[in-house]
């Protein structure tokens, strides 16, 4: 991974250079692309390792086939240096080739951004987006050159070797879904299911009612300053949200004080899927910690948890994962971890001056100390 660090680091400072170029998708693939996958360990000058204008079903060709054992396992298409990777009809391409030919993930990269795409999910192509990572400065703030690289070297030939990635994926589109289920669950959960939740009580008092009612509070947490209008299941439809929002009253008229012009949707809309995952991940954490103390609130730029008058944790979902700022003095943490940094003297949305840039359920784990930490702070 140290060549692939180097390169990165090296890349970043031509980016302004190169731009100036209005680099087309061919020298983006020479300058950028190319040096990119020969240092995640894909020799592109072996035909059996990486077959450039791989064909398709109909004909048509994609620009790079990453193969094992001359089978090919991940596509790569290239665009202009310059192109935003937004666009719908190229997204779907992509992934439907990789889908018809049995091939499950497949990259979308402008040399800079890199979208990774899981093609057998059942949903539409733009939501099948497992996660985006990108060596710009301008869009990986807070992130090290170290943590940048460990997200590419996902889909690097060892780690694809590995099965890493299918693992990952796989048991990130599994917990969403999962959840989802438990969401429908917890909703309306069926008289069956109170049952034996009550029987496991060993209170035979509790009636299925307090069941319920306990259910409720405990999956869904306090209740929010602004009622949470979007689905808690919803995934990186657009357009679902759009409708969703047509449908909100505080769009058609003023929102009182009380009331936040933000809601889930607003936040996780087109954000990849294990952003989302990770963003859920501490949303159960940060509610698990005292369900009568903490008020959650949808702000313009990040989801805030408040114990009393104080945010304890403030989370910006971001497309390369999950940007949180805690009330604690980097000064006074006790070997910090390394995706911390100390953000008193630099504009930041959330409320407290220790900042963690989140990208990996590992990561996470290393950090909830840090949020419980947090929370005790503003008792």
Not at 77 to 93: G, N, R, S, Y
Not at 312 to 322: A, D, R, W
Request: with cysteine; aromatic share 6%.
């Amino acid at each position: 991974m140290n060549k692939l660090i180097s390169l990165i680091e090296a890349t970043r400072g031509k980016i302004d250079a190169l731009r100036k170029h209005g680099l087309k998708e061919t020298p983006t693939r020479t300058i950028v692309i190319d040096p990119l996958l020969e240092a995640l360990g894909w020799d592109v000058r072996d035909p059996d390792e990486v077959q450039l204008e791989y064909p398709t079903l109909d004909g048509k060709s994609v620009d790079y086939g990453l193969k094992l054992n001359r089978k090919c396992v991940l596509l790569v298409e290239a665009k202009a240096f310059d192109d935003p990777l937004t666009d719908v009809k190229a997204i779907t391409q992509i992934v439907n080739y990789a889908n018809s030919g049995g091939i499950v993930w497949c990259i979308l990269t402008n040399g800079l951004t890199w979208k990774v795409y899981r093609s057998i999910e059942n949903c539409p192509a733009p939501d099948k987006l497992m996660y985006e990572v990108t060596i710009d400065p301008r869009h990986s703030e807070g992130m090290s050159v170290q943590q940048i690289a460990q997200q590419m070297w996902r889909f690097s030939r060892e780690e694809i070797a590995k099965g890493a990635l299918d693992t990952l994926g796989e048991q990130t589109f599994t917990d969403g879904k999962v959840r989802k289920a438990l969401d429908t669950i917890m909703a309306a959960a069926p008289r069956s299911f109170l049952n034996v939740v009550r029987e496991a009580t060993g209170d035979q008092a509790i009636t299925p009612q307090q069941v319920k009612e306990s259910l409720s509070r405990i999956w869904r947490g306090p209740a929010v300053d602004a009622p949470i209008r979007a689905d808690r299941s919803a995934g990186t439809d657009k357009s679902a949200a759009r409708t969703e929002a047509a449908k909100r009253p505080w769009r058609t008229r003023r929102a009182s004080k009380s009331e936040s012009p933000y809601d889930e949707a607003h936040h996780i809309c087109e954000k990849p899927k294990e952003a989302i995952e990770l963003y859920r991940a501490v949303d159960r954490l940060c509610l698990s910690l005292g369900s009568d103390t903490i008020t959650k609130r949808y702000l313009a730029k990040c989801i805030a948890y408040d114990r009393g008058k104080r945010a304890f944790c403030s989370v910006h979902i971001q497309k390369n994962g999950l940007r949180v700022w805690l009330q604690l003095k980097y000064s006074r943490v006790v070997n910090p971890p390394v995706f911390a940094r100390d953000v008193s003297n630099v504009g930041h949305w959330g409320g407290g001056d220790f900042e963690l840039a989140i990208s990996s359920l590992p990561q996470l784990e290393q950090a909830a100390p840090l949020i419980r930490d947090s929370f005790d702070t503003c008792g």
